[in-house]
């Protein structure tokens, strides 16, 4: 009953990255992964490095803003940025993708952080044609990597959890959502990982996100004295990449 609660996108925007930490400081969070390709970066490890019992891994992005790497040409539109996700895999290529992903790990390393684990944006390491480089990738840096579909793929010797929990999320951002998340994690031995994106908001954040306000929503549920108790009487370990 090991359970990694990851608050996605650390790093996209200062009052998400402040909402993160807050998250972990004062309810359930965890883990956190960092957006490498986000100009915000360096603060978002500056908090990281403040407080080092929180796990943090690498949120590889193929979906937001625009690469590291200048020479990714089935990555980007026409005006240099990611393809939006609905169409991102019309083009991209594994190569690329590689490229990419490795200059965002490098940036990580080179930051003096050392990663939790790997995960995605828009979970598009679940895809077909992402999923391999992302194996890859974990197996050569030695790393975890998130349960992307639940066991759907090969993961071979890279470690990763028993099970992925994704409902927590939109219209089911709600206590009974969560509680019943937390069910799951308690009805046998097993280790989980259940994402989410609190956050404060801010002005880049509306400029860059769809999914604003229910971040704030998702930090108040989180650091609920509902939800705290309710894990408690379940018995859950709240735990992060380094305990699998």
Partial sequence: MKLIVNADDFGYTPAVTYGILDAY????VTSTTMMCNSPYMDHAVELAKQNPDLGVGVHLV?????????????????????????????????EDIEKEWTAQIERFLASGLKPSHLDSHHNVHGHPIAFPVAVKLASKYGLPIRNALNDEFD??????????????????????TLEEQLKI?????????????????????????????????????????????????LNIEFTTYAAI
């Fill in 155 to 176: 993961y071979a010797s890279v470690r990763t959890t028993d099970i992925m929990l994704r409902k927590f999320y939109g219209e089911h951002v709600t206590f009974e």
């Fill in 25 to 28: 400081k004062n309810g359930i």
């Fill in 62 to 94: 193929l979906t937001s803003r625009a690469p590291l790497c200048n020479d990714v040409p089935s990555l980007i539109d026409e005006n240099g940025k990611f393809f939006h996700q609905s169409q991102i895999f019309e083009h991209a290529k594994e």
């Fill in 185 to 233: 994690v308690a009805a046998k031995p097993q280790t989980a990982e259940m994402n989410c994106h609190p956050g404060y908001i801010d002005e880049e954040l509306r400029l860059q996100s769809s999914y604003v306000e229910n971040r704030n929503v998702e930090y108040t549920l989180l650091t609920s004295e509902q939800i705290k108790n309710f894990a408690k009487e």
